[in-house]
């Protein structure tokens, strides 16, 4: 029996770049992993003695978080990297995670993220829009962290319009081998995700795919069998 069985959700180490990432993100973070899977392992690398990690060390005992302390000996050397690499190979070893998040938008995570996913791991990666399609790409799923705020009235205004969506379903529907012109709204998913690990509704200012499709003036949508979808005759 594996991990995700006994607990019935995957157990994740959680390998948060402090250095990358501003602590005004952690709060939506933690509450999006925490629907994924149990963050069991919160580490979070940097050096410390810097100030402008402050906002990191304010919530670290209110976020179950572990700091991880990173102290660049020359200049030029990213020694956070370099730590969080060296401990997600640790604990990857330790066999005793389904998954691993990766909350950083440097791409020189690329390899550590193709490495786990060689040895059958559950990757996760969170960054911001900056992140290079390296990353993007190599990881099961891609989280924009500006998607984390599409509740707000700053967050709607940067969302893509539903139309934009429409190439990208299209061609899962190539994908699925169906003799009904009724697609399943969860087999249209999986395919996006799978071409597309950044692929997110909230990309588009909806918050499930079934409301994505819905928004897409060029398809229907009914709730029969769990969602459905085709294309407007």
């Given at each position: ?15 948060i ?5 501003s ?18 392992l919160?580490?979070?690398y940097g050096d ?5 990690l402050?906002g ?10 572990v700091?991880?302390?990173?102290s ?8 956070t ?17 389904d ?30 829009e900056?992140t290079?399609p390296?990353l ?12 984390l705020?599409r509740?707000?009235p ?10 934009e ?13 169906d ?6 709204l ?9 071409a597309h ?7 588009y200012?909806q918050?499930?795919?079934s ?6 003036p ?5 709730a029969?069998?769990n ?7």
């Amino acid at each position: 029996m594996d991990h995700a069985d006994r607990h019935n959700r995957p157990l994740l180490a959680v390998l948060i770049d402090a250095d990358n990432l501003s602590s005004t993100h952690a709060e939506p973070i933690l509450r999006e992993i925490t629907s994924i899977g149990e963050p069991a392992l919160r580490r979070v690398y940097g050096d410390w003695s810097s100030p402008q990690l402050e906002g990191w060390s304010k919530k670290l005992m209110a976020l179950g978080l572990v700091a991880v302390q990173a102290s660049a000996n020359t200049k030029h050397k990213n020694a956070t990297d370099i730590g969080l690499v060296i401990d997600a190979m640790d604990i990857l070893h330790t066999d005793r995670f389904d998954g691993f998040v990766i909350v950083s938008s440097d791409s020189d995570f690329t390899a550590l993220a193709n490495r786990l996913r060689e040895e059958g791991k559950l990757v996760i990666s969170i960054g911001e829009e900056k992140t290079a399609p390296a990353l993007r790409n190599v990881v099961n799923r891609f989280i924009l962290i500006e998607n984390l705020d599409r509740d707000t009235p700053e967050g709607a205004a940067r969302a893509r319009n539903p139309k934009e969506a429409l190439g990208l379903i299209k061609n899962a529907m190539n994908k699925i081998d169906d003799t009904e012109e009724w697609y399943p709204l969860g087999a249209l998913g999986q395919e996006l995700r799978a071409a597309h690990p950044d692929f997110d509704p909230r990309s588009y200012g909806q918050t499930k795919l079934s409301q994505l499709m819905q928004a897409i003036p060029k398809l229907e949508y009914r709730a029969q069998n769990n969602g459905q979808v085709r294309l407007k005759p």
